[in-house]
């Protein structure tokens, strides 16, 4: 899949993401496609496709090659992310609810994590994601499995 970009003399993350989204779109793929194209995961992938994470230079380049996306994109999809949120609660009712559950259970969360750990938090760096479709009767269920490396508070 090829498609003629006109390359802005600065490409921005903004820039890359517009063209990867439109390049999925035209192509009829889906993020695990995508991903499985370039051996990452789907959220990992979709995540640095938005900007909040960046590419290793292999991953940038298979990335290029697979949404037929021009050699300058490289470099940007490599640039570490810059993480802004522009509004406080998000209005997309998917997005919401996941604000939701934090609300009501961030601090139970927090709690058994420190009774389990000891004080301190789940890495949102060294972290591994994955989201699975549970079939049930009662309908189908979404599952959200979340891994992060403990981070204990260090004194000094």
Avoid at 14 to 42: C, H, N, R, Y
Avoid at 135 to 149: A, Q
């Amino acid at each position: 899949m090829k498609d003629n970009y006109e390359v802005p003399a600065m490409m921005t993350k903004e820039d890359v993401t517009m063209m990867i989204l439109s390049a999925k779109k035209q192509a009829g793929m889906t993020w695990e496609g995508i991903a499985e194209k370039i051996d990452m995961s789907p959220v990992w992938t979709h995540s640095a496709c938005m900007g909040m994470n960046g590419f290793p230079r292999d991953k940038a380049e298979a990335l290029v090659s697979v949404m037929g996306l021009p050699q300058e994109a490289i470099s940007v999809l490599e640039e570490p992310p810059t993480k802004v949120w522009e509004q406080a609660v998000p209005t997309d009712p998917c997005i919401y609810r996941l604000y939701e559950i934090v609300g009501v259970y961030g601090p139970t969360i927090k709690a058994l994590i420190e009774e389990k750990f000891g004080t301190g938090i789940m890495s949102a760096i060294d972290f591994e994601m994955a989201i699975t479709r549970v079939e049930n009767p009662k309908g189908d269920r979404v599952k959200i499995e979340m891994s992060g490396k403990y981070l204990a508070y260090n004194s000094w």
